[in-house]
């Protein structure tokens, strides 16, 4: 019954900064965690960013940290990555995933998601 539906990726300078959103509908909204990835045309889809929901317990991907602060709003059900510092390296189309349940900790696999939104590019020119 869940929805994801990211939002706020557009074309940014390098150096630049975005924030995305990912908002989730559905009366059967409880993950364990939310996740960001991201995909390249023909790379595979990358971990990004991870936090659990009920603590709020972060994790980043090496290349993220310092650059990137993923955050979550629990009476929104809404899940942001802010993007600041962007490389022309971090063009990609941005997914949030919803991870219903804890198998371990974190979750960067893409096989601990089961629901996905469709995606919202992010285009960072040098």
């Known amino acids: 019954q869940v929805q994801l539906v990211e939002s706020g990726g557009g074309l940014v300078q390098a150096g630049g900064s975005l924030r995305l959103t990912c908002a989730a509908s559905?009366?059967?909204?409880?993950?364990?965690?939310m996740g960001w990835f991201r995909q390249a045309p023909g790379k595979e889809r990358e971990f990004v960013a991870v936090i659990s929901w009920s603590v709020g317990s972060i994790y980043y991907a090496d290349s993220m940290k310092g650059r990137f602060t993923i955050s979550r709003d629990n009476a929104k059900n809404t899940v942001y990555l802010q993007m600041d510092s962007l490389k022309p390296e971090d063009t990609a189309v941005y997914y949030c995933a919803y991870c219903a349940a804890r198998r371990f900790w974190p979750p960067t696999g893409v096989t601990n998601y089961g629901t996905w939104g469709q995606g919202t590019q992010v285009t960072v020119s040098s």
């Open positions: 559905g009366r059967t909204f409880s993950p364990y965690a």
